[in-house]
């Protein structure tokens, strides 16, 4: 006759097999929940839009900018301490350093463009970034530099352009130049580049190519709200 021991009597009793199960079961409701709990996406802010920051930036039409500036060309270079002033339908730029061979100041308002060099002589024109050339020998993108300092691309004219995950503006090929925006900093409300590099798209060694980086350090900003 097959005998069964006490223990294994135990083991096969209706009452204990109860217990084994509900343990089996508290067991996969607790994996279960730990599972859910782990795999639950965590909120992030969703970053701001291209077309709702450059709105936000857009309001900016009064400010100054003090940065530095260095200029590289086939066979020269220089640098030099950039204030600029813009405000509706006025512009100045003040340069002071070997880029200009002391201080160059530009004015440009509806009339034109005038610009004072070193030695007190005044220069007039059409177009910004014509007289800085004709003056100093050195391109520097006026019309276009004015937005991509803002992160933004020049209104009315064409333009490719990437943004990285937070929807800011990174690089930009406009009129002729290519431009990387390599780091923002909140200044005020508003996160602007603080360093910006611009380079014609002629070859290195042409006679036409020049690289100019800015490395901003304050802005003064006012919006049309604030006024």
Not at 24 to 52: D, I, M, R
Not at 62 to 71: C, F, P, T, V, Y
Not at 154 to 177: C, M
């Amino acid at each position: 006759m097959f005998r069964v021991r006490r223990s294994d009597a135990i083991s096969f009793s209706p009452k204990n097999e109860n217990r084994k199960l509900k343990t089996v079961l508290c067991l996969l409701s607790s994996c279960l929940l730990l599972a859910a709990c782990t795999s639950k996406p965590v909120k992030q802010e969703a970053p701001t839009s291209w077309l709702s920051r450059q709105a936000a930036v857009a309001q900016i039409d009064r400010w100054q900018l003090n940065a530095r500036i260095g200029l590289r060309s086939e066979g020269r270079s220089g640098s030099a301490s950039l204030v600029w002033h813009e405000q509706p339908g006025q512009r100045s730029l003040r340069l002071l350093g070997p880029v200009g061979g002391g201080l160059v100041l530009l004015q440009q308002d509806s009339k034109g463009v005038t610009l004072q060099d070193s030695k007190g002589t005044t220069w007039h024109a059409v177009d910004a970034a014509e007289l800085i050339y004709r003056v100093t020998g050195w391109h520097i993108p006026v019309s276009g530099l004015r937005w991509w300092l803002l992160g933004m691309t020049e209104p009315g004219s064409k333009a490719d352009y990437t943004l990285d995950d937070s929807q800011r503006l990174v690089t930009v090929v406009q009129d002729g130049w290519k431009v990387s925006l390599t780091k923002y900093t909140l200044f005020g409300k508003y996160e602007l580049p603080a360093s910006v590099t611009v380079e014609s798209q002629a070859d290195k060694g042409d006679d036409g190519y020049v690289r100019a980086k800015l490395i901003v350090k304050e802005w003064n900003i006012q919006t049309q709200d604030e006024r």
